[in-house]
C-alpha cells in the first residue's frame, strides 16, 4: 500500500527597501508597477513556498539546505528555477509529486486576476499540478501594514517505489 506524504512551507519575505528597489516576482510571474521584496534569489514568496513544501514532504531539507545563502550561484535565482529544481531533487530522492497548494497572504498585489497565468508558470515548474489562493488580513499584522508578504504552502508526495 502506498501512503502518502504531506509537507508544510512557509516563506516570508520584506518589501526592498525604497533606496535599493527591486522588481516583484510572485507566482513566477513579474507585477509591473508594484513594489519588490528583499531576498537573496528574486525572493517569490510563492515558489518559495511550494518548494519549502515539497522538500518538508520528502523530507530533503529545505530551501537553506539546498539554496541558501551560503550558494551565491543562487544570488538572483528565478522562484521558477528553484521550485523546478526542488522538483528535480524530490523526484530523484524517490517521489512522486501528487500535488501542491499555496495560500498567498497580502494586501497588495491583487492576485486574483493573474491566478490561472501564475497556476500555470508553478505547474510548468514543478510538473505537477500547483494551485494558489490569496487572501489579506485586513490590514492586520505585517501583512497588512505592507511591510511584506507571506506564503503557506502544503504538498502531497507517494514513494516511487513499487
Sequence with gaps: MIIPRTGI??????????????PLWLGGLLWEGERGLAGHSDADAVAHA?????????????????????RPEYAGASGLTLLAETARIVREA??????VAVQLVCQRPKFGPRRAEAERALTEAAGAPVGVTASTTDHLGFTG???????????LVYSSAP
Excluded: C, M, Y
Design 94 to 99: 524517490g517521489f512522486q509529486i501528487g500535488n
Design 145 to 155: 501594514r505592507r511591510e511584506g508578504i507571506a506564503a503557506i504552502a502544503t504538498a
Design 9 to 22: 512551507g512557509v516563506d516570508v519575505h520584506a518589501f526592498a527597501p525604497d533606496d535599493a528597489p527591486r
Design 50 to 70: 511550494a518548494a519549502n513544501a515539497l522538500f518538508s514532504a520528502a523530507g530533503v531539507g529545505d530551501l537553506g539546505t539546498h539554496f541558501g545563502t551560503d
